[in-house]
């Protein structure tokens, strides 16, 4: 296996870069922040903008954790790379990661200010500096699961590989809970308005009795009682709602959402009168 490592001080745009450097030498897998990367999927790893503390997150991107450490070999023997690419800090970074994966000891070694401009590494600084900003190089989707909650937001762009082709990538942006910037927290109360705000903007839902949340590792799941009025199918309604209540909650939170529950608890006849609701439900 050929190593290669991209070596830069924290915030100067490493995993910005990493795509195009990855793209140049025609590499395939990429280990960043504790995760193994192959093109736009994780393949194995928790990612150190997870941790709490920066001292955690530096024994997580070098892996000393026995379990997390295992988990990334096995995925590595898996798959066996003719290339990979290590992200690091340092050179000590590199041997470190290097010497806990026993990957050996020799690669080629490139530096951030060989593949950025002096003004991208400024601008790079500033975003860390000013909004606590980290790049993930792999999609939104990828690292939704392991960021419920934190500021997700995504850059697409246009990578040059060897061959003279280019590809589109895209990559995440992660503010993580460690950062000097501080953190937030969402309240229970402020999701469960949401997901009722959002269920009674769908048509057919009479009301909303209540809003159920049970919060998993990887995300949460929300369960809304509903009183609905027949205008089109019970199951049509219940699936615009669920939609709707999902896509509002991930929108305005960042909050992975596993799945969204309508219970059905009653059914108005106000507006509809039973004769006029039979007909419609017979004409469907």
């Known amino acids: 296996m050929e190593i290669f490592a991209l070596v ?41 903008k997870r941790e709490n503390t920066k001292i955690a997150a530096v024994k997580r991107a070098i892996f000393l954790n026995e379990q997390h450490r295992l988990e990334v070999l096995n995925a590595l023997k898996q798959h066996n790379p003719d290339k990979l690419l290590i992200i690091g800090t340092s050179e000590n970074m590199i041997h470190n990661i290097m010497k806990n994966l026993k990957l050996g000891n020799s690669y080629n070694l490139i530096r951030i200010e060989d593949v950025s401009s002096y003004e991208e590494i400024e601008a790079a600084k500033k975003a860390r500096k000013q909004k ?29 590989k060897n061959n003279k082709e280019f590809e589109t990538y895209e990559k995440t942006v992660v503010r993580p809970t460690f950062s000097y910037l ?6 229970p109360s402020v999701i469960k308005k949401i997901a009722m705000i959002s269920a009674l903007e769908v048509e057919g839902v009479a009301k909303v009795h209540g809003v159920g949340i049970e919060n998993k590792e990887n995300g949460t799941i929300v ?15 219940c699936a615009s709602a669920a939609k709707r209540v999902k896509d509002n909650l991930e929108y ?14 009653d059914i108005d006849l106000n507006k509809t009168s039973g004769i006029d609701a039979l007909a419609f439900l017979f004409s469907k």
Do not use: W
């Open 8 to 48: 830069g001080r924290s915030g100067t745009g490493k995993s910005y870069k990493a795509l195009n450097v990855a793209g140049i030498y025609n590499i395939q897998y990429i280990i960043d922040d504790g995760i193994l990367i192959m093109g736009n999927k994780i393949l194995a790893g928790v990612s150190a």
């Open 132 to 160: 606590g900003k980290h790049v993930i190089p792999v999609p939104t989707f990828e690292v939704k699961k392991q960021f419920s909650g934190y500021v997700l937001d995504s850059i697409r762009h246009l990578v040059f």
């Open 182 to 187: 501080g953190k937030y927290d969402i309240t």
């Open 223 to 237: 369960t809304v009682e509903v009183t609905l009025m027949i205008c089109d199918l019970l199951y049509k309604i």
């Open 252 to 265: 305005m939170t960042n909050i992975n959402i596993l799945e969204v529950n309508i219970s059905v608890k």
